[in-house]
Nanobody, 122 residues
Framework: QVQLVESGGGTVQAGGSLRLSCVAS????????MGWFRQVPGKEREGVAR??????????GGSAEGRFTISREDAKNTVTVFLQMNSLNPEDSAMYYC?????????????WGQGTQVTVSS
């Protein structure tokens, strides 16, 4: 089992920045991907960014490319994953979720956090 706890969401004006954090603990495989997803009510969940725990391979969803940066830090018993979001616009408003799993595709994630809300005002 993997436990994931997100933080850092909030309300920001368009053009602003936010940094999301996710602390992962438990049985986090070295070859897992850690990812960020977002979802707006009534729409499908969207992959934002994912990073390989061992090799730091990184993939971004189309909406994040060039504006968002994913990174991670390993500690003794936890992995913390960050999502730095710049040049935010109202279309970025969503619930943001942290996830962990084999991650070969955006759908290959088994563990999910509770989410943190991001609201971008115009």
């Amino acid at each position: 089992q993997v436990q994931l706890v997100e933080s850092g969401g909030g309300t920001v004006q368009a053009g602003g920045s936010l940094r999301l954090s996710c602390v992962a603990s438990g049985a986090i495989e070295l070859n897992y991907y850690m990812g960020w997803f977002r979802q707006v009510p009534g729409k499908e969940r969207e992959g934002v960014a994912r990073i390989h725990r061992r090799y730091s391979w990184i993939y971004y969803g189309g909406s994040a490319e060039g504006r968002f940066t994913i990174s991670r830090e390993d500690a003794k018993n936890t992995v913390t994953v960050f999502l730095q979001m710049n040049s935010l616009n109202p279309e970025d408003s969503a619930m943001y979720y942290c996830a962990a799993g084999w991650g070969s595709t955006w759908s290959d994630f088994s563990y999910w956090g509770q989410g943190t809300q991001v609201t971008v005002s115009s």
